[in-house]
Nanobody, 126 residues
Framework: QVQLVESGGGSVQSGGSLRLSCAAS????????MAWFRQAPEKEREGVAA???????DYAEYVKGRFTISRDNVKNTLYLQMNSLKPEDTAMYYCAASASAYCGSLWSRGADFGSWGQGTQVTVSS
């Protein structure tokens, strides 16, 4: 398994930006599909964005055009650049690693991800 530690969360006003980071250690990070998920209070966890080992990305509809996922395989770090933030983006954000190099079409369900970080809180005020 790979160990994951998120950082970069905080409080911003609507329309603002944040960049989340996820530092990975352990097994070979570059071989894994990586993703960001989020969970708001009293809501189910939902997939935000994913990136496979070759750098191909996929996004949930509600963040397309606003969020960008990227990875640095030298620094073993996953990023999520979040622009034009909205109050409905308020949630705990988690990064996750899959044992597979490819994310698959059902990645947003989260079932294929065996390693999870502890989360970082993002709060967007109106």
């Amino acid at each position: 398994q790979v160990q994951l530690v998120e950082s970069g969360g905080g409080s911003v006003q609507s329309g603002g930006s944040l960049r989340l980071s996820c530092a990975a250690s352990g097994n070979t990070y570059s071989n894994y599909c990586m993703a960001w998920f989020r969970q708001a209070p009293e809501k189910e966890r939902e997939g935000v964005a994913a990136i496979n080992s070759l750098g191909k990305t996929d996004y949930a509809e509600y963040v397309k055009g606003r969020f960008t996922i990227s990875r640095d395989n030298v620094k073993n770090t996953l990023y999520l650049q979040m622009n034009s933030l909205k109050p409905e983006d308020t949630a705990m954000y988690y990064c996750a690693a899959s044992a597979s190099a490819y994310c698959g079409s059902l990645w947003s369900r989260g079932a294929d991800f065996g390693s999870w970080g502890q989360g970082t809180q993002v709060t967007v005020s109106s």
